[in-house]
C-alpha cells in the first residue's frame, strides 16, 4: 500500500520540522535576523503596489463616472433641502403651527410665506418648489407660479402710501443714501459701469439694522440679488415692494422709537415716514393670499409643506411603494393611485419568466454546443452571437415587425389557419410582447456560461452513469444536471438581473401592460423630473436585487456559479 | 488467432468492424473470443483501435458490421444500461457532486435495490479496496490512487460478470501503478470476473493478464499469454512493441529443418528460427531480446554464429547493465547482462564478439 505509505512518512517529516520549531518559541526568522512576518510583508509590498497602480485608472474611472453618480442618485431619494431652501421663514414660524389641530396658520406664517415667496419670485426659485410640491399635492404647482404673479400685489399697498407721502421714498438711491454705508456710497460714486470693474459690493450703514431690522434685512438681499443675480446697477434699481412692507413693519414695530436716533440721510424724510406710518392702510396677508387662490385657505397645502419641511424625507420611497405621508403617519395611497407595488410585482414576474424560458431554450443549446466537434460548435456559436452584432434597437423593432397584428407571424398564422383573421393574436405591446423580445435578446447570456461549464463536465461521467445500469435519462438527471447547475445559475444571475432594470425593449414592445419598473424610472427621471422619486424607485430595485442575490447564496451558494472552467 | 470456435466463450467478437467516417476502417475484421474469468488486455499504441473495441463492448459505439456476443446472447442492439457490465474508466468518472458512498450506491439505486442492502454491499465494495473510511467524502477530497480504487469498487459494487477497464492507471505515478496492478488482478481472480483491460503500456500488460491481444492498426497482431508474447513474437511488429529488441535486417538464404541461415544486410551470417519466411530470396527482419546475446567465450553455446561488435555505451542501470554495440552496420544493438560478482563490464571501444542460440532468434516479416 504505497499510499498508505506515503500517508506515514509525510506526517513524520512535519512531525521531525515541529520538533525543530519547539526549540524556538519566538515568531520565526528570517535569515537577516528580522521577523519572517515582516519580510515576507516587505517583499510583498512591491507587488501589492504595482498590483494597485494596474487597476488605479479603472478604479478612478469607475469611482468617478459610476460609484460618485449613484451613490448622488441614491442621496436624491431622501434629499429634501428645497422647501426648506425656498421657504426658509415660513418653515421656521409652521414649526410651532399644529397641522392636526384643523385650523389655519395664523397672519405671521402668511406674512412669512409673502417674504419668502416674494424672494422666491424674485429669483425664479417658487416654481421649482411648486413642481416639487406637486408630487406630493397635486395642484401646488399652479398655486405656486399664481402665488409668484400674486404677491407683487401685496406690497404695493405700502409702497404706494409711502410714495405718495413722499416722492423720496421712491427712488433707489435715496434708499442706498439711507442704508447705505458712506464708504459704500463714496466708491459707488466712483465706480462707472462702463469701466468693466466690479460693482463695490453693497455695505450696511453702521447702527441701521437696529434701527431699521427688517428693511435692512431685505435691502441686502435685494443688493445682493440686483448686483451678483442681475448685475445691474444697484443705484439705478428702485426697491422691491417687500421692502416698503418691511419698512412699514419696522416704522410700526417694536423698534419704531429708535427712527429718532437716526440722523444721516434723509432723517428728516424718515420722521416723517415713522410719523405717518401708524395711520396707514394695512394689509391682511391671509386675505391677499385668499384673493390669490382659494387653496391658501385650506389645510392641506400647509400640511404638506409642514410635512415637507425637514431637510430629509422618507416621502419619496413612500411613494414608491404606493405610501403618502399623512398628518396620521405614513398610509397606503387610495386603491386606484397604486401603480408602484404592480410594477414591482410585474418586473419580478416577468423577469422570472424570461430567466425561466431563456433556461429552457438556452440548456439543449449549451449541450449541443458542449457535445459537438469544436469546428461545428464554434459555427453554431457565431449564430449564437449573433444578435451581439446587430443593434439592439434593430433587433426590438424587429419583434415589433413580426409580432403586430398584422405582423409576419399573425399573417403566417391566418393563413396556415391556425387563427381566424378577425381575432389575430395581441403578441406585442402587452406582456406577452416583452417576454418574447427580452428572451430573444438576452439568451445568449444564458447560453454563454450554460456552454462553458457544459463543456467542463465530461463525457465520461454520462457513459460512467450509463455503464453503471443508469437509463438514458437518469443519467442526465442524477449526473449531468447537477453538474451543470452552477452554469444555470451563473445564467439565470446575468439573465435575472439584466432583465430586471431592462428599459428599451420594454418601452418598444411592452405597450401599457408590459412595462417594467425601469420605464417608469426613466419617466420620473426625464419627463416628469422627480428625480427623488426615480432615485427612491431605483434604490428599492437596487435593494430587491441584493436582496435577492443574498437568498441566492444562501440557497444555492455563490461558489456554486460558474462562468466555466 | 488463437480459439474463435470455443463454445464455452463468455465475450465474442465475430467478424467485427468499425468506422467513424465512412472511409477509414478503425477496427478491421476483428475475432475475439474470450472464456469466463479470463483477464484479457488490449494493449497497442494509440490509435490501434483497442479503446473503440472496449467502447463497442461497453455500448457506447455501435459495430459498423459483425457481431459482438456477451455469453451466447448477441448484444449489438442492447443499449449500455441494460448490458449489466462494469467500467473503470481513464479520468476515473466518479460523479464529483456526490460523495463516495452516493458513487457506489448510485448502480443500486438505479436497481432499485433497498437502502439497507445498498448500505451493506457499498460497505463491503469499499472494505475491498481498503476504502472504508472514506464513505463520506468527496471525489475531490481524495488523491489519486484513491479515485482509483473508489472507481474499482464502483464497478464492481453490482456483481457484474464483465469488466472492462480503460487505461485506468494512466494518471498515475510509478510506484502507485505497481501496487494498483496487483492488486487489480488480485481481486480480478478472487471475485472470478472477466476483465478487459486497456492500456498501451506493455508492463502492464505483461504483469497483469492471462492473455495480451496485441493491437496495431485496427487489427489484432497476436494473442497469446505473457510469456509467448514475449518469447515467440509472432511478426516484427509485437517483436518490436513488447519489450526491448533488437532488429537486424537481411535476406534469407537457405531454409532447411527447424532453422534458416540470413545473410545481413551489413555483412555476416546467422543462424535464426524461421518464423515468417517461407523460402529462400525472402528478405527478413530477424528478431534478438537483448538478455539472451552472448559475448563471454566461456559461456557462448555450442555451434553458435558469432558476429564481431564494437563497444559503443555502457550504462550502469543498477539490476542490469545495458551496452550498446555496432553490429552488422546498425549502432543500435542493445545487449543486457544481469549484475553479478563475476559480470564483465564492457568499456566503449573495446571489440568483441557476439552469439546466441539459434531458437532465441527468429526471422520475421521483413
Known sequence: MSDANNATTAPNSALAAERAEDEYTGPMLAADGTPLKRSLNRALRRQKISALLLIAPLLIFVLVTFIAPIADMLFRS?????????????????????????????????????????????????????????????????????????VDDIGEVYQDQFEDLN???????????????????????????????????????????????QTADYYSIFADFVQNEDEDNLYKEDPWPLIYSAFYDDLTGPTAEQVATYAGPGATELAEAAAAAPSFATVDYMDAFADIDKDWVELPIWQTIATYSPKFTNGYFLNAVDMQKTPDGPA????????????????????????????????????????????????????????????????????????????????????????????????????????????????????????????????????AAKSLGATNWTAFWRVYFPQSVPGIGAGSILVFILSIGYYITPEIVGGRTGTFISNRIAYHISSSLNWGLAAALGAILLAVVLGLYYAYDKIVGIDNVKLGG | ?????????????????????????????????????????????????????????????????????????????????????????????????????????????????????REEKVKIALDRVQMGDFGGRRPAQLSGGQQQRVALARALVFEPELVLMDEPLGALDKQLRETLQFEITHLAHELGITVVYVTHDQTEALTMSDRVAVFENGRIQQLAPPDLLYEEPENSFVAQFIGENNTLEGVVKEIKGGTCLVQLDGGGLIEAKPINVTQAGERTRVSIRPERVEFNKDRMPDGAHTLKAEVLEFVYMGDIFRTRLRVAGTDNFIIKTRNAPDQVRLKPGQQIEIGWLAEDCRALDA
Not at chain 1, 434708499?175 to 459704500?184: H, I, K, P, R, Y
Open chain 1, 78 to 150: 431622501v434629499e429634501n433641502q428645497i422647501v426648506q431652501d425656498t421657504l426658509p421663514r415660513t418653515t421656521t414660524e409652521l414649526k410651532n403651527w399644529d397641522s392636526e389641530g384643523g385650523e389655519l396658520p395664523d397672519q405671521t406664517v402668511y406674512k412669512s410665506l409673502y417674504q419668502d415667496i416674494y424672494v422666491a419670485q424674485e429669483r425664479k426659485l417658487h416654481t421649482r418648489l411648486g413642481s416639487r410640491l406637486n408630487y406630493e399635492l397635486t395642484g401646488a404647482s399652479s398655486l405656486f407660479r399664481k402665488s409668484g404673479r400674486g
Open chain 1, 332 to 463: 397606503l395611497r387610495p386603491e386606484d393611485e397604486r401603480i408602484y407595488w404592480t410594477l414591482f410585482k410585474r418586473t419580478l414576474f416577468m423577469s422570472v419568466c424570461i430567466t425561466l424560458s431563456c433556461i429552457l431554450l438556452g440548456y439543449p443549446i449549451g449541450w449541443i454546443l458542449a457535445n459537438l466537434p469544436a469546428r461545428t460548435a464554434n459555427l453554431l456559436m457565431i449564430l449564437v452571437l449573433l444578435p451581439f452584432w446587430t443593434s439592439l434597437l434593430v433587433r426590438t423593432s424587429a419583434w415589433k415587425v413580426m409580432l403586430q397584428q398584422q405582423g409576419v407571424i399573425n399573417d403566417t398564422l391566418v393563413w396556415l389557419g391556425v387563427v381566424a383573421d378577425d381575432s389575430r393574436l395581441a403578441l406585442i405591446n402587452n406582456q406577452t410582447g416583452t417576454i418574447i423580445a427580452m428572451t430573444h435578446i438576452l439568451l445568449p447570456f444564458m447560453i454563454l456560461p450554460l456552454y462553458s461549464v457544459m463543456k467542463t463536465v465530461p463525457p465520461s461521467y454520462l457513459r
Open chain 2, 1 to 117: 488467432m488463437a480459439d474463435t470456435s470455443a463454445t464455452n466463450a463468455f465475450v465474442e467478437f465475430e467478424r467485427v468492424q468499425k468506422s467513424y467516417d465512412g472511409e477509414n476502417l478503425v477496427v478491421k475484421d476483428l475475432n475475439l473470443s474470450m472464456p469466463k474469468g479470463e483477464f484479457l488486455t488490449m494493449l497497442g499504441p494509440s490509435g490501434s483501435g483497442k479503446t473503440t473495441c472496449l467502447m463497442m463492448l461497453a455500448g457506447f459505439e455501435t459495430a459498423t458490421h459483425g457481431d459482438i456476443r456477451l455469453d451466447g446472447k448477441s448484444i449489438n442492439n442492447i443499449p449500455p444500461h441494460k448490458r449489466g457490465i462494469g467500467m473503470v474508466f481513464q479520468n476515473y468518472a466518479l460523479f464529483p457532486h456526490m460523495t463516495v458512498a452516493e458513487n457506489l450506491s448510485f448502480p443500486l439505486e438505479v436497481r432499485k435495490m433497498g437502502k439497507s442492502d
Open chain 1, 167 to 213: 416722492a423720496f421714498w421712491k427712488k433707489g438711491e435715496n434708499w442706498n443714501d439711507v442704508l447705505g454705508s458712506d464708504a459704500w456710497l463714496a466708491a459707488m460714486n466712483d465706480w462707472k459701469k462702463a469701466s468693466g470693474d466690479a460693482q463695490p459690493p453693497f455695505e450696511m450703514r453702521d447702527g441701521i439694522a437696529d434701527i431699521l431690522p
